[in-house]
T-cell receptor, first 116, second 114 residues
Framework: AQKVTQAQTEISVVEKEDVTLDCVYE???????LFWYKQPPSGELVFLIR??????QNEISGRYSWNFQKSTSSFNFTITASQVVDSAVYFC?????????????FGAGTRLFVKA | DGGITQSPKYLFRKEGQNVTLSCEQN?????MYWYRQDPGQGLRLIYY???????QKGDIAEGYSVSREKKESFPLTVTSAQKNPTAFYLC?????????????FGPGTRLTVT
């Protein structure tokens, strides 16, 4: 079975703090893809990053970085020097070939509050 | 500008009425999806379509119906058979139905049924 767990329901930080959002996934497939999406208050999900199961290299994009560890089935997302505009719900998602490739499973999301 | 349009943003209906939510994309994507989002929960897949004139049920298809007569359009009908239709509905598309493709989302429609 495929599953994505985001254990942190809500996180509250003060601006300029670093924050890490956890994501743990389950799949039996060797080929799969992991995603992070951001849902600001407007409601529209915005794609942030995609990782395939064969690429464990960490990635950094500005203040955002992602740590993919197959050994612990985790794909964590860190925001450095958080800003108020980072306040949103963040979803981790898994898509695996076993599912037919057409269904993506989303975690329950982590709501991040960044206070000024 | 390329993107996904969902209308209306807010929709109110009386119980027992069918209602159709619009979703249009001009990204030339083959695959389209409908998700339902309830407070504090992730997205759950209602229906998806990989190509025109073809669609498959997702995890919570009961009480919903769709059509895919045109590549750019994938309307969702919430029927009176849906027991708890009040939710936030998100439409998405991707270049193809392969598992490696990210999805692009519309702004959503918040449906309230009383």
């Amino acid at each position: 079975a495929q599953k994505v767990t985001q254990a942190q329901t809500e996180i509250s930080v003060v601006e300029k703090e670093d924050v890490t959002l956890d994501c743990v996934y389950e799949t039996r497939d060797t080929t799969y893809y992991l995603f992070w999406y951001k849902q600001p208050p407007s409601g529209e999900l915005v794609f942030l990053i995609r990782r395939n199961s064969f690429d464990e290299q960490n990635e950094i994009s500005g203040r955002y970085s992602w740590n993919f560890q197959k050994s612990t089935s985790s794909f964590n997302f860190t925001i450095t020097a958080s800003q108020v505009v980072d306040s949103a719900v963040y979803f981790c998602a898994l898509s695996a070939s076993h599912t037919g490739g057409f269904k993506t499973i989303f975690g329950a999301g982590t709501r991040l509050f960044v206070k000024a | 500008d390329g993107g996904i349009t969902q209308s209306p943003k807010y929709l109110f209906r009386k119980e027992g009425q069918n209602v159709t939510l619009s979703c249009e994309q001009n990204l030339n994507h083959d695959a389209m999806y409908w998700y339902r989002q309830d407070p504090g929960q992730g997205l759950r897949l209602i229906y998806y379509s990989q190509i025109v004139n073809d669609f498959q049920k997702g995890d919570i298809a009961e009480g919903y119906s769709v059509s895919r007569e045109k590549k750019e359009s994938f309307p969702l009908t919430v029927t009176s058979a849906q027991k708890n239709p009040t939710a936030f509905y998100l439409c998405a598309s991707s270049p193809a139905g392969g598992s490696g493709n990210e999805q692009y989302f519309g702004p959503g429609t918040r449906l309230t049924v009383t």
